[in-house]
């Protein structure tokens, strides 16, 4: 097993191999490579660098695009920014009090700059009179340049991000993860006392990106295990929660988490025509703390994935829950 990498060092060895993320969109998917996500942030790096951000800044990430959330992400990481990745605003009905929300968010971190969408830059502009450092407001669609990652690169114990929580019982809080914590904590996720990853593993995935447990989880821990992944709009699953199931589906995923409510969700509206043509998984390990045995939860997962007899042999249902689940989870929140 590879030794603790920055987020820059895990990518470039990823570059190295065929393997990359999936991206979901609109009932098509586009494959972009590890060592295309490389070059394309690499650009990203050099833009944000010119824009005249150095080395330490903090930059938020209000980017909805997974696309472009991730090339973002370590377009910043290369240039020794730290990203803080915040949630975009749901729909533009309410875009003043997520201004207000932000800005407080933004103003306590101390943030330079902001990195979005074009659409989304007038709203954004309207967070600099209330923070006062906030230098830039940056249309990720114009962050093009030459692909060159500048130097100095990130160290182990830089920081690699600022995770903020929910803000669903407080005001959100940022805590800083550096490239020493995320690479110990994606080994735990990987290595043995967790998933186990094997170069045969596949994840899916429609977690919030802005969440601890879909960016660590299952979008930044691939890339140390150079593994690939398919990614769905969060809003994909909540609509059609069989878009999850089938996903999964085609790519013949291994490894995707949820929390339970996503489970209970499927439960409800996922219809027994609906699952005609899936094809039976060896297993999906879920996110989620153990929960008291749900029989109408169970009966779905079965008639969902499981009718293959091979994963009854391979996993127990209480062998799932005590060592998948109960891992991933864990190792993801010592992360934060």
């Known amino acids: 097993m590879a030794g603790p990498r920055t987020l820059p060092e895990a990518l470039a060895d990823a570059a190295g191999t065929e393997a990359g993320y999936v991206f979901a969109r609109g009932g098509s998917e586009a494959f972009l490579s590890y060592a295309d996500v490389y070059t394309e942030a690499s650009g990203v790096a050099r833009a944000m660098r010119e824009a005249g951000l150095r080395p330490g800044d903090l930059v938020g990430l209000i980017l909805g695009d997974a696309e472009a959330f991730l090339t973002a992400l370590f377009g910043a990481s290369m240039a020794a920014l730290v990203p803080a990745p915040l949630y975009p605003p749901a729909t533009t009905l309410n875009v003043a009090r997520y201004i207000e929300l932000t800005s407080?968010?933004?103003?306590?971190?101390?943030?330079?700059?902001?990195?979005?969408?074009?659409?989304?830059?007038?709203?954004?502009?309207?967070?600099?009179?209330?923070?006062?450092?906030?230098?830039?407001?940056?249309?990720?669609?114009?962050?093009?340049?030459?692909?060159?990652?500048?130097?100095?690169?990130?160290?182990?114990?830089?920081?690699?991000?600022?995770?903020?929580?929910?803000?669903?019982?407080?005001?959100?809080?940022?805590?800083?993860?550096t490239h020493r914590s995320l690479s110990a904590n994606v080994a735990a996720i990987n290595g043995p006392a967790g998933l186990a990853t094997t170069e045969t593993d596949v994840g899916v995935s429609w977690l919030p990106l802005n969440h601890d447990m879909g960016l660590v989880g299952m979008a930044l821990a691939p890339v140390y295990a150079s593994r690939p992944v398919v990614l769905m709009p969060p809003q994909a699953f909540v609509k059609r929660p069989v878009e999850w199931l089938r996903a999964i589906s085609r790519a013949r995923g291994t490894v995707s988490f949820a929390p339970s409510f996503a489970y209970d969700l499927c439960v409800r509206r996922v219809k027994d025509r609906d699952l005609d043509g899936l094809a039976p998984n060896r297993f999906m390990r879920r996110r989620s703390r153990p929960l008291p045995q749900?029989?109408?939860?169970?009966?779905?997962?079965?008639?969902?994935?499981?009718?293959?007899?091979a994963w009854l042999s391979t996993c127990s249902p209480r062998r799932l829950r005590r060592t998948a689940a109960r891992r991933a989870s864990n190792a993801c929140h010592r992360t934060i």
Request: a positive charge; charged letters at 20%; one cysteine or more.
């Open 104 to 177: 407080a968010i933004l103003r306590s971190a101390g943030a330079r700059a902001v990195v979005t969408s074009r659409r989304l830059v007038p709203a954004c502009e309207a967070l600099r009179p209330t923070c006062p450092q906030l230098a830039l407001v940056l249309a990720r669609e114009e962050l093009d340049a030459p692909a060159s990652p500048p130097a100095p690169p990130p160290a182990l114990d830089d920081i690699a991000f600022v995770q903020f929580t929910s803000g669903s019982t407080a005001n959100p809080k940022g805590v800083t993860i």
């Open 294 to 309: 749900s029989s109408r939860r169970s009966a779905f997962v079965t008639r969902a994935f499981f009718r293959a007899t």
